[in-house]
């Protein structure tokens, strides 16, 4: 009987696959540049972080290849996969990833979209990605937690 975790109330969509596949350092929040169709979709709850990823150019953050499907009674043509402007401290935060990800490895990653005060706000992570090697042992110390667990459970209904 597998049981999903529950999202909390206020997170929209997760990039669990970010802590798979990149060693993930400093996380930043930031809020994202949304028209009101988007909005309204994600509500819904029809929102994917999965395959996204942040492009810094011009001294701009932009979200790419977030996936918000448009409402089914839309009047006109909406691209799902727009590109979307991150709204950032241009002094503090962005100058920091700007520095970091000018490092050979070094990238930046959505992990998660959530709300917080009625908006939508988006967190990056630095990241460095993860070779074979690490993502296997990754699995190990996930498989041997569940292992661990599974026999506390056993011993203590004993």
Same mark, same amino acid.
């Given at each position: 009987?597998?049981? +999903?975790?529950?999202?909390?109330?206020?997170?929209?969509?997760?990039?669990?696959?970010?802590?798979?596949?990149? #060693?993930?350092?400093?996380?930043?929040?930031?809020?994202? &540049?949304?028209?009101?169709? #988007?909005?309204? &979709?994600?509500? *819904?709850?029809?929102?994917?972080? $999965? #395959?996204?990823?942040?492009?810094?150019?011009?001294?701009?953050?932009?979200?790419?290849?977030?996936?918000?499907?448009?409402?089914?009674? &839309?009047?006109?043509?909406?691209? =799902?996969?727009?590109?979307?402007? *991150?709204?950032?401290? +241009?002094?503090?935060?962005?100058?920091?990833?700007?520095?970091?990800?000018?490092?050979?490895?070094?990238?930046?990653? =959505?992990?998660?979209?959530?709300?917080?005060?009625?908006?939508? +706000?988006?967190?990056? $992570? *630095?990241?460095?990605?993860?070779?074979?090697?690490?993502?296997?042992?990754?699995? +190990?110390? /996930?498989?041997?937690?569940?292992?661990?667990? /599974? #026999?506390?459970?056993?011993?203590?209904?004993?």
């Amino acid at each position: 009987m597998n049981k +999903k975790k529950k999202k909390s109330e206020n997170t929209i969509a997760e990039n669990r696959r970010a802590r798979f596949n990149f #060693e993930l350092t400093n996380k930043f929040e930031a809020g994202v &540049s949304l028209e009101g169709w #988007e909005v309204r &979709s994600i509500r *819904l709850g029809k929102a994917q972080i $999965a #395959e996204a990823y942040v492009l810094l150019k011009d001294k701009e953050a932009w979200l790419i290849g977030c996936h918000i499907n448009p409402l089914a009674n &839309s009047n006109k043509e909406n691209d =799902p996969a727009r590109s979307r402007k *991150l709204l950032l401290n +241009k002094k503090g935060n962005l100058g920091e990833i700007f520095k970091s990800t000018q490092q050979k490895g070094q990238t930046c990653v =959505p992990t998660k979209l959530f709300w917080k005060n009625n908006l939508v +706000k988006c967190e990056i $992570a *630095l990241a460095t990605g993860k070779q074979g090697k690490d993502k296997r042992q990754t699995i +190990k110390a /996930r498989d041997w937690d569940r292992q661990k667990a /599974r #026999e506390l459970r056993t011993r203590n209904k004993k």
